[in-house]
C-alpha cells in the first residue's frame, strides 16, 4: 500500500504563551508500496509525531494522508488497515503470547471463529520465530521476545501498512543487532509497507530502503541510505549520520575564494563587503525562536541606543488639487504613525555570537547552530564575506599528498580498530577535534606531533548549512 502525505503539518500551542510548537510543518512524501521506510533524526523532531498522524492518533493541523487513492485524514485508527506496535510494546501481562496476538481479531467483522483465530496466531507466531512460546506469559519472555509478540499481533489483522515506534530502543546492543535484521526478513516475507521511527542512524542506514531524515518537524532530505550518506543535501545531514562524525572546519569566504589556513578549496563563490548585523530580521528569527522581549529590549541589549528618525518636511505646493485636498482630509481623520528607529551602537562588537548571547538571556531556546542557519540565510542573500563550513568525512583522508591543500593537525592519540586506525587529533589554529581514519599498515606514516593530512574528497558548507559543492 502506497502511502502519501500531502503538506502534512501538526502544531501544538505553546504553555504560558509560548510560541506554537510546529512539531510537523509542511511535510510532503510518498512512500512506495512494499517498502520499508526510516524516519530518522534527533530527538523532538517529529518523527513519532507523524507516525501517530498516520496511525490517526493524532489529527493534523492541516494537510492529507492518503493510503493508496483513499484519504485517510479523518478515518478512524480501527478501519485505517494498520498494525501499530510501540515502543514499549503494550502487552497485556496477564494474556498469554497466543492471547495478545488473538485479541485485536476479536472485533474483527464478520467475527472469526476461535479455530481461525488460533491458526492466524500460529502462523504470525511462525513467522516471528515464536511459534513454540504461545502459551507463555509476557513476563516469561525476554525483550526480544516480547518485541516478536507485538510485531505479530500488529501482523495478526493483515494490516496494509506497519508502523514501528522505535522498536528497538529497549533491547540491548546484541539483541537490537538481531531484532532489527529479524524486521527486515519479516518485512521482505510479508512485502507490507513499513514505517519505522529511530533515532539511531545505524539501525535506519542498515534495514530501511529509504531514509527521511527530519529536524524541527521538517524533512530535510529523502533518499536510499547510502545516497544520504554520500551526498548529504545540508550540513545538518552531514552531521547527522556517519559514525564518527564527519569533521567540520571552520573555513572563510573572501574575495569570492574559501580559504582554510590561507590555502584555497574553492573559488567563484560570491562575496562582497560586509553584513549589517542590525538587521531587524534577526529579532524576527529570535522572536521565532521564544525571544520575550519587545524590539526596544533587543536593541538595547545589543548595546544599541534608539533614535526615532525625524519625519520628512515637505514644503507645501502653491495650489493643491482637489485628490490632494481629499488626501489631506483623510490624513487628519485617519493619521498613519509611522515611527522608524534608528540603531546607533553605544559600546562594544556586535557580531553573531553576541547577538545570539542576547537572544538566548531573552528566551530564544535553540542552539547556536540553529541560530547561525537561520540568520546565516540573510547573510548569504546579502552575498558578503563570511565564514563557511568545510567537510571532511573521517574515512576520506589520506596521509599521501595529492591535489586537495592539506590540513595540519596535532596528533593526541591513536586508537586501533580492527583493521584500521584512528587518528585523533586538533587542528592546527582551530579549536577543532577531529578523527582520520587509516588503514593500520600506514600506522608508519604518522611520524611527529604535528602531521599533514590530505582530504581525498571535502564538502563546502554554506554559513546557512546549505550545501555549496
Not at 512539531?23 to 512506495?32: E, K, R, S
Not at 485485536?104 to 467475527?111: F, G, I, Q, T, Y
Not at 525483550?143 to 509478540?149: D, E, I, N, Y
Not at 544520504?228 to 556517519?242: M, Q
Amino acid at each position: 500500500m502506497e502511502v502519501r502525505l500531502d503538506n502534512l503539518s501538526k502544531h501544538f500551542p505553546g504553555v504560558k504563551g509560548a510560541p506554537t510548537v510546529k512539531a510537523v510543518d509542511q511535510m510532503n512524501f510518498t512512500i512506495p508500496d512494499g517498502k520499508l521506510v526510516g524516519l530518522l533524526g534527533p530527538s523532538g523532531c517529529g518523527k513519532s509525531t507523524t507516525l501517530y498522524m498516520i496511525a490517526g492518533l493524532h489529527k493534523p493541523t492541516a494537510g492529507k494522508i492518503w493510503f493508496g487513492d483513499r484519504d485517510v485524514t479523518e478515518v478512524p485508527p480501527e478501519n485505517r488497515g494498520i498494525g501499530l506496535v510501540f515502543q514499549n510494546y503494550a502487552l497485556y501481562p496477564h494474556f498469554t503470547v497466543r492471547q495478545n496476538i488473538t485479541f485485536p481479531l476479536e472485533n474483527v467483522r464478520p467475527k472469526l471463529e476461535k479455530t481461525e483465530m488460533e491458526q492466524i496466531a500460529q502462523e504470525v507466531a511462525n513467522l516471528v520465530d515464536i511459534g513454540n512460546l504461545l502459551d507463555r506469559l509476557p513476563k516469561q519472555l525476554s525483550g526480544g521476545q516480547q518485541q516478536r509478540v507485538a510485531i505479530a499481533r500488529a501482523l495478526s489483522k493483515r494490516p496494509q501498512v506497519l508502523l514501528l515506534d522505535e522498536p528497538l530502543s529497549n533491547l540491548d546492543a546484541r539483541l537490537r543487532l538481531q531484532t532489527r535484521e529479524e524486521i527486515r526478513r519479516i518485512q521482505r516475507d510479508t512485502k507490507v509497507t513499513t514505517i519505522f521511527v529511530t533515532h539511531d542512524q545505524e539501525e535506519a542506514m542498515s534495514i530501511s530502503d529509504f531514509i527521511v531524515v527530519m529536524r524541527r518537524g521538517v524533512v530535510h532530505q529523502i533518499d536510499a541510505p547510502q545516497t544520504v550518506y554520500e551526498e548529504p543535501v545540508n550540513l545538518f545531514v552531514a552531521k547527522f549520520l556517519g559514525s564518527p562524525a564527519i569533521n567540520i572546519f571552520d573555513g572563510e569566504l573572501k574575495n569570492g575564494k574559501v580559504l582554510l589556513h590561507g590555502n584555497v578549496y574553492h573559488e567563484g563563490l560570491k562575496s562582497k563587503g560586509k553584513f549589517d548585523y542590525f538587521d531587524e530580521r534577526i529579532y524576527d528569527v529570535a522572536v521565532e525562536g521564544g525571544y520575550n522581549g519587545t524590539k526596544a529590549d533587543y536593541f538595547a541589549s545589543l548595546g544599541v541606543d534608539y533614535v526615532e528618525e525625524e519625519p520628512e518636511v515637505k514644503e507645501e505646493p502653491e495650489k493643491k488639487t482637489f485628490k490632494e485636498k481629499v488626501s489631506d482630509l483623510f490624513g487628519k481623520i485617519n493619521p498613519k504613525k509611522k515611527q522608524k528607529f534608528v540603531p546607533r551602537i553605544i559600546e562594544g562588537e556586535v557580531n553573531l555570537e553576541s547577538i545570539y548571547e542576547a537572544v538566548v538571556g531573552g528566551g530564544y531556546r535553540y542552539t547556536y547552530a540553529d541560530f547561525e542557519e537561520e540568520v546565516g540565510k540573510f547573510i548569504v542573500e546579502a552575498g558578503v564575506n563570511r565564514d563557511v563550513k568545510i567537510g571532511v568525512r573521517p574515512e576520506a583522508f589520506t596521509l599521501d599528498k595529492n591535489d586537495n591543500p592539506a590540513i595540519d593537525v596535532e596528533v593526541l592519540y591513536i586508537e586501533h580498530i580492527g583493521r584500521d586506525i584512528t587518528i585523533v587529533a586538533n587542528v592546527v589554529g582551530q579549536k577543532h577535534r577531529i578523527r582520520v581514519i587509516i588503514p593500520a599498515e600506514e600506522r608508519h606514516k604518522v611520524k611527529g606531533k604535528v602531521i599533514k593530512v590530505y582530504p581525498k574528497r571535502f564538502y563546502l558548507f554554506d554559513i546557512d548549512g546549505s550545501r555549496i559543492l
